[in-house]
């Protein structure tokens, strides 16, 4: 790899760095779920939230942390665990019905 693409790389890791910290992990059926899922998605791979609260649903599985999936536009944005998702007191997407 060239020192020119090396240096496109470091930028562009650096620029999306913020929003890695907020990477959780939800399991459903065996399969990981991940950002750009519709909410219809989600549902049929995870069933029914343990709760909704706005755009954030919450899931709680069996001896693991609960996690939080944001929604923008009806497509999952954030996977983040529950305890990492109350640490910020205003949603990564800011101020959301």
Same mark, same amino acid.
């Given at each position: ?5 090396? =240096?496109?790389?470091?930028?562009? @890791? ?10 959780? =992990? @939800?399991?459903? !059926?065996?399969?990981?779920? =991940?950002?750009?899922?519709?909410? !219809? !998605? ?48 205003? =949603?990564? @997407?800011?101020?959301?019905?």
């Amino acid at each position: 790899m060239n020192t020119n693409c090396r =240096s496109i790389l470091a930028i562009v @890791l650096m620029l999306f760095a913020p929003f890695l910290s907020y990477a959780g =992990s @939800l399991e459903c !059926q065996g399969n990981f779920i =991940s950002p750009g899922l519709t909410m !219809q !998605q989600l549902l049929e791979a995870c069933g029914e939230p343990a709760s909704r609260k706005g755009a954030d649903w919450i899931y709680k599985k069996p001896g693991s942390i609960p996690v939080v999936v944001t929604f923008g536009n009806g497509v999952a944005m954030f996977i983040r665990d529950l305890d990492e998702a109350s640490k910020d007191s205003t =949603s990564p @997407l800011g101020d959301h019905p």
